[in-house]
Structures are given as structure tokens and as C-alpha cells.
């Protein structure tokens, strides 16, 4: 049992370029999310999704960009990366609202 | 909007000893949910422990209890016979009941576990 994946785990790019950060669950799970976590921020969200081709925009959504075409994946998409947006970024999932959000293993990523 | 707030930035303990870490938070609403998780060196987010407000009763996972006093708005995590693994950044966390799908996370306390 996969659960839920995150690739890459680490990537160093420079300001201006296109990057996208990968998510992926087992579970079927309908919510997914996106967060970043930063130091003395703790994590806030970036953008959710309550099912596949429905997302909404969370706590810090500019810079980023989210599509949702199959339930099992959310990538997270930085049009052009700036150097504020070096961070540890997470992907979780939950099956309901009220449940449990289950956490994939960060993807570090830091802009130069 | 809801409010977090861990106020114990870090906290060290010995092995075997009890430690509590506090959390507050502030909201309007009645029912909601509450969370510790934990974040290891390996960075992983784990579930530690999940309290309803609904409930009185506070929760508990084995070595992990809560002390959830809902008029203070106080949920502090109480982790027993402290072990070398517990070492680990403690987030508090609030789920909405009406949308409980968006946690809002406080800034974490990193407890040390003295060997």
C-alpha cells in the first residue's frame, strides 16, 4: 500500500523557471492539499481540491497554480519560481471533511 | 479566521520523564476538530493524536493523551514515559466543521529527548 508519494523529494531550480511538484495517493481519497512550511509559519495551505477538476485556492495561492484531472494525482505547478517560494512543500489527502488528512513525505525545494 | 498558537518554541526532556506541550487556539465555533501531529528529522507529518470538540472525553493513544479544556480553548498533548523516538517537531492543529478539510497549524514546539 503506496499511500500517498510526492516526487521529486528534492529540486533545486533557478528564479523565473517553471516548476512542478508531483502528488500521488493509493487510497482514493476525494480531498487533496497542498501546503508549505516554512519556519515560524508552521504549514499553510496553498490549494486544495475536494474532487477531481474541483480545486479552490487556500491561505497563499499566488505564484502557484493546481489542476486536478484524475482523482489520484495534484501536481502543484510554480509558473515562475521566485526565491520566496523556496520551502518544504507537502501533499495530503483525506476521504471525507471530517477525516484525517494523511501527510506524503515533502518535497524540499529550493529556487536559486 | 482561526488562530493556532504554540507557545513553547522548544522544550527538551529526559528519557522516561512526562512533558506536556501546550497549544490555544482561538475560534467562534462550536464543534471542530483538533490534531497533534508529529514531524520526526525524516520530515514526515505524522498523526499523533485527533480530538472532536463534540467529545469530552480526551483523547488517548497509548503513551499520548490530550488535556482538551474547550472553555480555555486549550488542547495541550501529554506524552508519557518520553522515549528517544518522541524526539520530533509537535504541531496543534483545528479543523473546521465547516471545513474541516482546511487545518489551520500553529508553529510547532521541537521536543528533545534526553538520553
Known amino acids: 500500500d503506496a499511500g500517498i ?71 502543484l505547478t510554480l509558473e515562475s519560481a521566485t526565491r520566496s517560494q523556496t520551502s518544504v512543500y507537502f501533499c495530503a489527502s483525506t476521504i471525507t471533511r471530517t477525516d484525517t488528512q494523511y501527510f506524503g513525505p515533502g518535497t524540499r525545494l529550493t529556487v536559486l | ?11 527538551s526532556v529526559q ?23 508529529k514531524q520526526p528529522p525524516s520530515r514526515q507529518m505524522i498523526l499523533v493524536i485527533r480530538q472532536e470538540a463534540y467529545k469530552q472525553q480526551n483523547a488517548t493513544e497509548n503513551r499520548f493523551s490530550v488535556n482538551f479544556q474547550k472553555a ?17 517537531m509537535y504541531f496543534c492543529a483545528f479543523g473546521s466543521n465547516f471545513g474541516n478539510e482546511k487545518l489551520t497549524f500553529g508553529t510547532g514546539t521541537r521536543l ?3 538520553p
Request: net charge negative; glycine share 4%; charged share 20%.
Open chain 1, 5 to 75: 508519494t510526492q516526487s521529486p523529494r528534492y529540486k533545486i531550480t533557478e528564479t523565473g523557471r517553471q516548476v512542478t511538484l508531483m502528488c500521488h495517493q493509493t487510497w482514493s481519497h476525494s480531498y487533496m492539499f497542498w501546503y508549505r512550511q516554512d519556519l515560524g509559519h508552521g504549514l499553510r495551505l496553498i490549494y486544495y481540491s475536494a474532487a477531481a477538476d474541483i480545486t479552490d485556492k487556500g491561505e497563499v495561492p499566488d505564484g502557484y497554480v493546481v489542476s486536478r484531472s484524475k482523482t489520484e494525482n495534484f501536481p
Open chain 2, 1 to 11: 479566521a482561526q488562530t493556532v498558537t504554540q507557545s513553547q518554541p522548544e522544550m
Open chain 2, 15 to 37: 528519557e522516561a520523564e512526562t512533558v506536556t506541550l501546550s497549544c490555544t487556539y482561538d475560534t467562534s465555533e462550536n464543534n471542530y476538530y483538533l490534531f497533534w501531529y
Open chain 2, 72 to 88: 480555555a480553548k486549550s488542547f495541550s498533548l501529554k506524552i508519557s514515559d518520553s522515549q528517544l523516538g518522541d524526539t520530533a
Open chain 2, 112 to 114: 528533545t529527548i534526553i
